[in-house]
């Protein structure tokens, strides 16, 4: 068998099982048929993703109940989003089998966000020189986007590149974060500049580059309107940062060796 260099899969899971539940949902079945469906789907789509990203490594990372330090610095952090059903919250163990099943382990933190953990274990990869494919249609991981690691949206069938953000946004991947900065984020209720929508945000970071860059123009006396603006709301803009920056250095308390695929004794080593 070649020496395959390493590629880790790392299935969002509550993006894809929420996602799987909604259609079965949308099908008038009651919600014990519809967590049956979401199940068994669940477990064919992990297997064509398996198939087609061929990796030596995979993993399901699930958000546990947890009250996140972004809670603590902004308590209005995503506040207002839709709770997941009932009965699909309840059904989260079987699901979790449903992964195991197929080969794959699954990460659950009662203290870490699921973005959080996906971000560490994919940079990780990445300053080995090794691969990440992640899965899911959360846009917020486009900030990690580099030669090692890509984003798949399993759901619209297309990877979220760097051609995708630049399309999308008008900047590059590695000023996503700054981009959010200045014009929030909706889905989390996260607060950018109040007055500075996508158009001008892209305008300012082709011209300026960084959010730094912007903070240090904005101070000057012949500042222009957005940047009297940015200027007002430092802070806003610097809490905004924090909040989206996806951490990467998260202790994990395992090895890849306890999430290869197949796993070992399936493998025969």
Known sequence: MPNLRPHLLIIDA?????????????????????????RANLINTSKKLLANSEPTHAIAVFDGEVHS??????????????????????GLAGLQDAFWECGVDALLSQTDEADDLIATL???????????????TDKGFCQLICPQIRVRDYFNKRWLDAAFVQQQYGVAPSQLVDFWALTG????????????????????????????ALLDACEQESAAKP???LRQHRDDALLAQR???????????????????????????
């Open 14 to 38: 509550l993006n894809l099982i929420r996602r799987l539940h909604a259609v079965q949902a949308q099908q008038g079945l009651i919600p014990a048929q519809a967590l049956i469906a979401t």
């Open 69 to 90: 330090w972004r809670k603590e610095i902004y308590p209005a952090y995503k506040e207002g989003r839709t709770p997941m059903p009932q009965e699909l919250r309840e």
């Open 122 to 136: 994919a940079d990780g990869m990445a300053r080995r020189g090794a691969r990440a494919t992640i899965i899911s």
């Open 185 to 212: 984020i909706g889905g989390s209720n996260i607060k950018g500049v109040p007055g500075i929508g996508p158009k001008t945000a892209t305008q300012l970071l082709q011209q300026y580059g960084t959010l730094a």
């Open 227 to 229: 940047l009297l603006k």
């Open 243 to 269: 909040l989206v920056r996806l951490q990467l250095d998260i202790p994990l308390g395992f090895n890849l060796r306890e999430i290869r695929y197949p796993p070992a004794q399936e493998a025969g080593a």
